[in-house]
């Protein structure tokens, strides 16, 4: 079945760490990408999202997320994570203007 | 303030019980949704609608069910015959059809 992935379900880090959360998809065709955040007790919001052009796409609070067609993905980084980036990291993907799917989702725990 | 409201935020429901879930928004978009939300299974869309008076099944609309009377107003019935109804319920809306959304707070139901 086509779906979206997300590797890690649990991610812990210290600050200042780096951090790469996966998100790899099977559809085929044209795709629009987002990843959204789930700060605790807050709405999702959009953190960034990629529908045509340069494939590196800076979004909110530094981060950024690179699409690399070939590979079916769509990972999320930052250089340096801070405490308040605690939060649960959801990637979506809409294939050819059908509904978004989503992935399981990322919890992402930053030690201070 | 333009945005998404849900209520209520918590909900408690006598197993058998019809429940109705209030989505309001105020951003004048078209399209709405409703989505529901598990641990680690991600978001899974239940209706979705593109105008007033029309809705869609999403992935996962058994035992639910919806109306479009309103621009403003996507209210989702959780019914008796939805099998495993506790969960978080998430609605989101977007200028059209297929682009980017945005999400209410969410409303944790439980049947008890």
């Known amino acids: 079945a086509q779906s979206v992935s997300q590797h890690n379900h649990h991610v812990i880090l210290s600050e200042a760490a780096s951090l790469e959360l996966g998100c790899n998809y099977s559809?085929?065709?044209?795709?629009?990408l987002f990843w959204y955040v789930q700060y605790p007790g807050q709405h999702l919001q959009l953190l960034l999202k990629?529908?045509?052009?340069?494939?590196l796409v800076k979004g909110i609070k530094g981060f950024e997320a690179e699409f690399i067609k070939s590979k079916f993905s769509f990972n999320l980084r930052k250089p340096s994570v801070q405490w308040s980036d605690t939060a649960e990291y959801f990637c979506a993907v809409r294939p050819d203007n059908n509904d978004m799917r989503f992935g399981a989702g990322t919890r992402l725990t930053v030690k201070p | 303030d333009g945005g998404i409201t849900q209520s209520p935020k918590y909900l408690f429901r006598k197993e058998g019980q019809n429940v109705t879930l209030s989505c309001e928004q105020n951003l004048n978009h078209d399209a709405m949704y409703w989505y529901r939300q598990d641990p680690g299974q991600g978001l899974r869309l239940i209706y979705y609608?593109?105008?007033?008076?029309?809705?869609q099944k999403g992935d996962i609309a058994e035992g639910y069910s919806v109306s479009r009377e309103k621009k403003e107003s996507f209210p989702l019935t959780v019914t008796s015959a939805q099998k495993n109804p506790t969960a978080f319920y998430l609605c989101?809306?977007?200028?059209?059809?297929?682009?980017?959304?945005?999400f209410g707070p969410g409303t944790r139901l439980t049947v008890l």
């Open positions: 990629y529908f045509s052009g340069d494939p």
């Open positions: 559809y085929g065709g044209t795709v629009n």
């Open positions: 609608s593109q105008i007033v008076n029309d809705f």
């Open positions: 989101a809306s977007s200028i059209a059809l297929y682009n980017e959304q945005f």
